[in-house]
């Protein structure tokens, strides 16, 4: 036993002096007892710190943190987003009547096609919304208010049927393009002789998904819009109960600035009125030939200009940023490299697999001999018994006399 823990040791340290290993290496060559031991213990400690810094360096990677970047982009062509509009007089006003002018990107936009009726919870169905998920998506290739979305909106006061509104108006919402539109939560109000100027801009928000934030991937709702921040949050906020919304991993959001004005101003009433005269839209509202302009708001709605603000996410701690560290770590503490990981488990290998080589050779010598033991049994039997064949039915032999010198005989005849 001894002398086996003897060629162990004297294993251990051959593996130590040719060891990639700082530590190791000295103390393979240390000349005295105590110098192998001081290096042993210098490793150890190595390795002790090694160990307390990759736990650090784990707890961190297991976090996920992430970067937050902010980009600008401008781009030629930009989609222009949904715009609706509440009568707050009326529970039934249908888009024909409360529309009294309109223009798009410098052209009149009539018929109303590009409008479509939506069924409010809190203002029935005298909504409408412009460029609505189910209509032909529309683009602006030119900013400016002269370029954008221009509305002359008629309340019709004294209708038949009220949403029981407080105020006489209409409440406005700008939405992204072919989201569900939430006006009583995401929108402003807009009184009747009043004009409402909004510039607008898009901002965008990338996120990381699963492990590094908890957000959702949906991009369509139930109704089949796509889905926005409010998606969630608009039922809950209406019922006064907290519900645990995810942000959206991709997501679209208008920025807006608006202004109220009075309208129309002393300089232009003449010209809107002469825009309501020869406006198609307006003959359809015109009984006796006079124009009740305190029945009437504006709103226009474009983009200030096409560059839009995008906030991403990235990886803050990357698997290779932690392997190399993990790296870095072990050659500062403990002086290894991948090579000499595999120094040792190549080591380690042959530690295992060398009592089993030595008892495979054993057991092909000690197979070897007896075979050969045995193959000289059979060669002496088979000489055994060609012996005795050949001496089956003969006579034995007589045994040979010697003949006598002939100088014994010459002397005998002579005697």
Known sequence: MGRHFKGFGNCINEYFRISTAHGLRRSGWAATFWGKIFWLIVFGVGVAGFVILCGFLVADFVKYPVKIATSTQTNDIVEFP???????????????????????????????????????????????????????????????????????LNVHRGSSESTGADTEGFRIAVHPPGSQPFPEIDGFSLPTGFEATVSISYN???????????????????????VTSLTCE?????????????????????????????????????????????????????????????????????????????TTETKAFTLPQFISQVGGLSALCIGFSVLTVIEFVEFFLSLVFAPMKKSNKSDRQSLTSRSDQSDKSDQFDRSESVLSTETVG??????????????????????
Request: overall charge negative; glycine content about 6%; proline content about 5%.
């Open 82 to 152: 949904a715009v609706t509009v509440c009568n707050l007089g009326s529970s039934n006003q249908n888009v024909n009547d409360s529309i009294v002018y309109c223009s798009f990107d410098g052209g009149i936009c009539y018929p109303y096609n590009k409008f479509k009726t939506y069924q409010s919870a809190k203002y029935g169905s005298s909504c409408f919304t412009f460029n609505s998920r189910d209509a032909d998506k529309l683009k602006s290739i030119n900013v400016g208010r002269n370029f954008g979305l221009t509305l002359f």
């Open 204 to 226: 965008y928000n990338e996120r990381l998904g699963s492990p590094y934030s908890d957000c959702t991937e949906e991009t369509l709702d139930s109704a089949g819009y796509n």
């Open 234 to 310: 608009a039922p809950c906020m209406a019922q006064n109960t907290e519900c645990d919304c995810l942000p959206l991993c991709q997501e679209t959001n208008v920025e807006k600035q608006y202004t109220l004005s009075l309208w129309p101003s002393l300089n232009h009433k003449a010209t809107i009125m002469n825009m309501l005269k020869t406006s198609k839209t307006w003959k359809g509202h015109l009984s006796d030939g006079t124009i009740d302009i305190s029945q009437l708001a504006a709103i226009t709605v474009y983009f200030k200009d096409f560059t839009s603000t995008k």
């Open 394 to 415: 003969q006579p034995p032999a007589m045994p040979r006399m010697s003949s006598a010198p002939s100088f014994a005989i010459h002397d005998f005849t002579e005697h």
